[in-house]
């Protein structure tokens, strides 16, 4: 009887610890580790950085993979990828139909945003403010739309614009070159007051580094606005479910443009990408209250003391 009674008395003790041990597995072992996607976009650098940042301050182990939007849109639907947080809306449209139930769109995480045709201002100046304004100067701007990487949607619109012969257009060429390039190429031609058309957004440092116009009448392919655009948060089919922590992370983050404009300028001055978001969050601590609403560390401990600690706030 006493034995019996001893065991009544220990039991209860071993549930309650396996209780205890179940709660603090936050995460399944697959979810320790977050891999992201990143066409090469230096908007999407910035947000990869920040919050790389915070989850590894959270005790993940982060992993960015740089692939272009299409590929990168395969890679979440086969689970290669776990978070994508550059969905541009509406410039993304075709991706999010072709993808529909097979991926998540979790939130809009920015905002404000401009994504159409641009121009030196000294070009607007000349007359060139509107999409229909184009054909009036072929030959100065050599019938050339400087877009960036190859298969972007993006690209595709102003290929369509072109095919459709939409103001006059249809003799015209779209160079696709990476984000580096076609920037590379407005810095030489501004540098030489040469007439130039190409894909600007914000936020970007762009918008600082060139006295640039967005050009009016491209609604239908951009949309309204100056092709204003909504940022969203694109996962694997389930991963906020199965992740929940990370989920729930991912559920929470939102950027500004003038956050993300500050940390792409300090890239541009010579910081790495995750030092940038290192130095905007320790001079913007408050930000992580938001972010780490209802989250937890890896191993289950309240997640704004350990990332506090690790940035040494």
Not at 88 to 99: D, S
Not at 163 to 176: A, M, P, Q, S, T
Not at 195 to 209: Q, R, T, Y
């Amino acid at each position: 009887m006493k034995q019996f009674s001893l065991c009544k008395r220990v039991l209860p003790a071993i549930v309650v610890s396996a209780v205890s041990v179940s709660a603090m597995a936050v995460e399944s072992e697959q979810c320790k580790t977050v891999t992201l996607t990143d066409p090469g976009w230096s908007d999407i650098g910035a947000t990869n950085a920040l919050a790389t940042t915070v989850l590894e301050a959270l005790g993940y182990k982060t992993d960015i993979k740089l692939l272009g939007v299409p590929i990168g849109f395969e890679s979440v639907k086969n689970g290669e990828i776990d978070v994508f947080l550059g969905n541009w809306m509406p410039a993304q449209t075709a991706f999010i139909e072709k993808y529909k139930g097979e991926i998540d769109v979790v939130k809009t995480n920015l905002t404000g945003v401009k994504f159409t045709l641009a121009v030196p201002s000294y070009v607007y100046d000349a007359g060139v403010k509107d999409f229909s304004d184009l054909n009036k100067f072929p030959r100065k701007f050599n019938r050339r739309i400087y877009g960036i990487g190859a298969g972007s949607p993006a690209n595709q619109n102003l290929m369509k614009m072109i095919e459709k012969n939409d103001f006059d257009l249809g003799k015209w060429n779209v160079v696709e070159s990476g984000e580096q390039a076609m920037l590379s190429q407005v810095a030489r031609s501004v540098k030489r007051d040469k007439f130039i058309v190409f894909l600007a957004w914000e936020p970007h440092p762009m918008n600082v580094n060139f006295d640039l116009k967005y050009l009016s009448g491209g609604d239908e392919y951009f949309g309204p606005n100056y092709g204003g655009a909504t940022i969203h948060t694109v996962t694997r089919k389930g991963y906020m479910d199965e992740c929940a922590n990370t989920g729930k992370f991912f559920e929470n983050l939102e950027f500004s443009l003038t956050m993300e404009n500050t940390v792409i300028s300090m890239t541009d001055e010579g910081m790495s990408a995750k030092e940038a978001a290192q130095s905007w969050l320790k001079k913007n601590p408050a930000v992580l209250s938001s972010w780490l609403d209802g989250i937890k560390t890896v191993s289950g401990e309240p997640a704004l003391p350990a990332v506090e600690s690790t940035l040494g706030l």
